[in-house]
Nanobody, 127 residues
Framework: QVQLVESGGGLVQAGGSLRLSCAAS????????MGWFRQAPGKEREFVAA?????????YYPDSVKGRFTISRDNAEKTVYLQMNNLKPEDTAVYYC???????????????????WGKGTLVTVSS
C-alpha cells in the first residue's frame, strides 16, 4: 500500500510560482512512476506531468505546461515535486499526485492506469 499526501497549494498571482510536494508512505517508492494531474471546476481531470520510476531520468509533460512546469523526485525523502512557474489563471485547479508501478513516464498520462491517488491540493491563480 502506498499513501500519497500533497501539499504546497495556495493562492498566487499570474506570473508567479509555486512548488507542490507529494509525500509517499511505504518502502517501495522508487518502484513507482509518479504523476501529477489536475481538475478545474466543472472540468475533467487532466494529466500535468510524470516522472519515471527509479532515478527519474525520464519526464513527460503535455504541451499546456511544457516549459513552465518541472517534475522531480527524491527517493530518499519519498517525495515528488512539481515546480510551477509563470502560472496562469487557467492553471487554477485541484492538483493530485498519482502513482503507478514500473511504467514509463509516457504511460502515466492515462488516469485509469493509476494505482494510488492523493486527496489533492488547491492551486488558485489570480489575474
Amino acid at each position: 500500500q502506498v499513501q500519497l499526501v500533497e501539499s504546497g497549494g495556495g493562492l498566487v498571482q499570474a506570473g508567479g510560482s509555486l512548488r507542490l510536494s507529494c509525500a509517499a508512505s511505504g518502502r517501495t517508492f522508487s518502484m513507482y512512476s509518479m504523476g501529477w494531474f489536475r481538475q478545474a471546476p466543472g472540468k475533467e481531470r487532466e494529466f500535468v506531468a510524470a516522472v519515471s520510476w527509479g532515478g527519474g531520468s525520464n519526464t513527460y509533460y503535455p504541451d499546456s505546461v511544457k516549459g513552465r512546469f518541472t517534475i522531480s523526485r527524491d527517493n530518499a525523502e519519498k517525495t515528488v515535486y512539481l515546480q510551477m512557474n509563470n502560472l496562469k489563471p487557467e492553471d487554477t485547479a485541484v492538483y493530485y499526485c498519482a502513482a503507478r508501478k514500473w511504467t514509463t513516464a509516457q504511460a502515466m498520462d492515462v488516469m485509469d492506469g493509476m494505482e494510488y491517488w492523493g486527496k489533492g491540493t488547491l492551486v488558485t491563480v489570480s489575474s
